[in-house]
């Protein structure tokens, strides 16, 4: 198991700055609005973008704080490049019935299951490979948005903002009575939610009790004593805190839309 320091005071600090917005996501009127298998659906289709765009921020820091290069040297933060690594292989590469996958291909096969489109987050995987991040006319405005967001700290931001909006800004940030609404509803749709439910539980799962302060210690190792990097760390977990708010707003209001139009 791995060990960690105690958070920093400047960790602290910014827990503190950024509670009022944590509060806003737990309370978010999102979660109790989703009541059937179409606004799941919607709900799927926005959030996979999210859960593709994590990895790409988890490389981004996996690129900092670990040695990818050749001939290998061993970088100075020993602790975060284990954090790093052992994130890295849950994941890119878990076991799901014995089968080793990605928990966003694990999402995409629960989108599949329940039968949510993944038109527009197929084509954006299309035309990642030329390093572009390109989105198709289907993509949800919101989910737009939340991927620029999140790539404007990739490609701008320092190595501390984006060590910043990953502990304080992408841990897992779904309540405990969103995940007993999905138990209910595929109870009630015998088991079609039934990889969705596991991708939910396996988040808690292996976030476990090590990773809060593992990634806060990564924070603190990018960090150092530098008032002007906590700063960044800061602004950047309250950008993807707000981004995230923005995205379950979009979302919210989708699913309001469908029910107008469905009557």
Not at 213 to 225: R, S, T
Request: proline share 6%.
């Amino acid at each position: 198991m791995n060990t960690a320091s105690p958070a920093p005071p400047a960790a602290a600090r910014i827990e503190t700055r950024i509670a009022p917005l944590r509060e806003k996501l737990a309370a978010h009127p999102l979660y109790l609005e989703i009541r059937t298998l179409a606004e799941l659906r919607l709900f799927m289709e926005s959030h996979v973008f999210a859960v593709w765009d994590f990895m790409s921020l988890l490389k981004s820091l996996q690129r900092t704080l670990t040695s990818v290069s050749v001939p290998w040297v061993p970088t100075p933060f020993p602790a975060s490049r284990r954090f790093l690594n052992e994130i890295v292989l849950g994941e890119e590469s878990d076991l799901y019935d014995g089968q080793p996958a990605s928990h966003f291909e694990m999402y995409l096969s629960a989108m599949r299951q329940a039968g949510a489109s993944t038109a527009a987050i197929d084509a954006l995987l299309g035309n990642a490979p030329t390093g572009n991040v390109i989105f198709a006319a289907e993509t949800p405005a919101e989910a737009r948005a939340f991927v620029e967001d999140t790539f404007r700290i990739i490609e701008r931001g320092s190595p501390a903002a984006q060590a910043g909006a990953f502990a304080f800004g992408r841990e897992d940030l779904i309540p405990a009575m969103f995940r007993a609404l999905v138990r209910d509803l595929n109870h009630e749709l015998s088991g079609r939610l039934d990889r969705f439910v596991w991708y939910l539980e396996r988040h808690i799962e292996v976030d476990g009790d090590d990773h809060g302060p593992l990634a806060l210690g990564m924070v603190a190792d990018l960090c150092g004593d530098s008032a002007e990097r906590w700063e960044e760390a800061a602004r950047a977990a309250e950008t993807a805190l707000q981004s995230r708010l923005a995205l379950w707003d979009g979302i919210l209001s989708r699913i309001e839309k469908h029910r107008v139009i469905s009557g």
